[in-house]
């Protein structure tokens, strides 16, 4: 088992019209981590609390950067957590 923390910017997310940030987001972290951790993307997880934070402040307004702990298990299966105290 593989564990890494990540500070994942999302700032390219805020160069696309205002309706499309936090999905546009959502791509950009998962982009990411498949670079990163060398996944694919049918093997990445993105857990619930990543997703509500990314979503928290709503479509228009994502935070520019986001701390997250990427977990690899046996199988090559990748869970995407926030990182402890975020």
Request: aromatic share 6%; hydrophobic share 40%; no cysteine.
């Amino acid at each position: 088992m593989e564990e890494r923390i990540y500070t994942v910017p999302l700032r390219r997310a805020w160069i696309t019209p205002v309706t499309k940030r936090a999905p546009r987001a959502m791509r950009i972290l998962k982009a990411f981590i498949k670079r990163h951790m060398k996944a694919d993307d049918k093997s990445i997880i993105i857990s619930n609390e990543v997703n509500e934070k990314i979503w928290s402040r709503g479509i228009e307004s994502p935070p520019r950067k986001i701390r997250v702990r990427a977990v690899k298990d046996k199988e090559g299966l990748i869970t995407v957590y926030l990182a402890e105290g975020e």
